[in-house]
């Protein structure tokens, strides 16, 4: 079982950055594929970023690339979603997310196992 606790949202202007992390407690993340998914009010989630379990590869929807960056420090036990030049449309909740796979092997928010509670990013105009 993994335990994950997101932290890093808050509201910042159009433009601005933030950096959200995701903590993990109860077994480490080397054994895990890590996944940042968003919800906005009346939608679906969605897909963000992924990262596999070293590190060595990355994907990234194609609304966040050049402006979104994950890595993961698998000492630390957290995985990281750097977010430059936001704009209004990335407001959301940001929910990190598990998968008990070695590689990324999906974007689908259904194949991960494990998720937190989600943190609030809202960007201002």
């Known amino acids: 079982q ?7 949202g808050g509201l910042v202007q159009a433009g601005g950055s933030l950096r959200l992390s995701c903590a993990a407690s109860g077994r480490t993340l080397r054994s895990y594929a890590m996944g940042w998914f968003r919800q906005a009010p009346g939608k679906e989630r969605e897909f963000v970023a992924a990262i596999g379990w070293n590190g060595g590869s990355t994907e990234y929807a194609d609304s966040v690339k ?7 420090d698998n000492a630390k036990n957290t995985v990281y979603l750097q977010m ?3 704009k209004p449309e990335d407001t959301a909740v940001y929910y990190c997310a598990a998968d008990s796979y070695l590689l990324i092997k999906s974007w689908d928010p259904q194949e991960y196992d494990y998720w937190g509670q989600g943190t609030q990013v809202t960007v201002s105009s």
């Open 84 to 86: 430059n030049s936001l």
């Open 66 to 72: 050049g402006r979104f960056t994950i890595s993961r």
């Open 2 to 8: 993994v335990q994950l606790v997101e932290s890093g």
